[in-house]
């Protein structure tokens, strides 16, 4: 290995490090508690070391997120193609989106809800997002008839993202989330359709 490939190697460690840690602080204790200050002395390297890599807490909570991104995509993707038929196929998708934003709440809260300069509807929209309104947009497209699966998918995603919310800040009573999920899928699609 020449000394330039395992600079780089190191300096990938160190960013790596910086990222894992951060989103361990904030599953700990939030975002808020995330500065860089605090996050140099957690990995034992100075606030300077951190700015190489990142330019301040916004592009670290950002690459937090983009990553957040490419595991949804990468679930959804799973659930979508491991259904038997289209309708089963959407509804997986539904409740792998809402399980994903249940296990990790800072994780969607960094993804979906802080204002970290992540375009999602724009000419530089990062490929992770655009890999995860695919996946919906796919699921949703075989069961969208004659109307338009874009739409459809903008319009559940931005319900599950309700759910997700209203479900993790304790505003909706517990236990029907496959029967509320199911109704919100059938309004949009079609006939509601019981949970299996």
Not at 15 to 34: P, Q, Y
Not at 98 to 112: H, K, N, S, T
Request: net charge negative; no cysteine.
């Amino acid at each position: 290995m020449t000394p330039r490939e395992r600079r780089l190697r190191e300096q990938a460690q160190r960013g790596r490090l910086i990222l894992t840690t951060a989103r361990e602080m904030a599953e700990a204790e939030g975002w808020d508690s995330v500065t860089t200050r605090r996050l140099a002395e957690r990995i034992e390297y100075s606030q300077p070391v951190l700015y190489q890599h990142f330019k301040n807490k916004d592009a670290i909570v950002h690459a937090v997120a983009l990553e957040g991104f490419a595991e949804l995509a990468a679930e959804l993707r799973a659930a979508r193609l491991g259904a038997a038929d289209p309708q089963a196929a959407l509804d997986a998708v539904a409740r792998t989106y809402l399980d994903f934003a249940a296990r990790g709440p800072v994780l969607y809260q960094a993804m979906l809800t802080l204002d970290v300069g992540l375009e999602h509807a724009g000419p530089d929209t990062p490929q992770p997002l655009l890999d995860t309104f695919a996946e919906i947009r796919d699921a949703v497209g075989p069961v969208a008839g004659e109307r338009d699966p874009e739409l459809l998918a903008e319009v559940l995603w931005s319900a599950w993202h309700g759910l997700a919310t209203l479900s993790w800040g304790r505003r909706l009573r517990p236990g029907p989330e496959q029967e509320r999920l199911a109704a919100l899928t059938g309004l949009v699609t079609g006939p509601v359709r019981q949970p299996s």
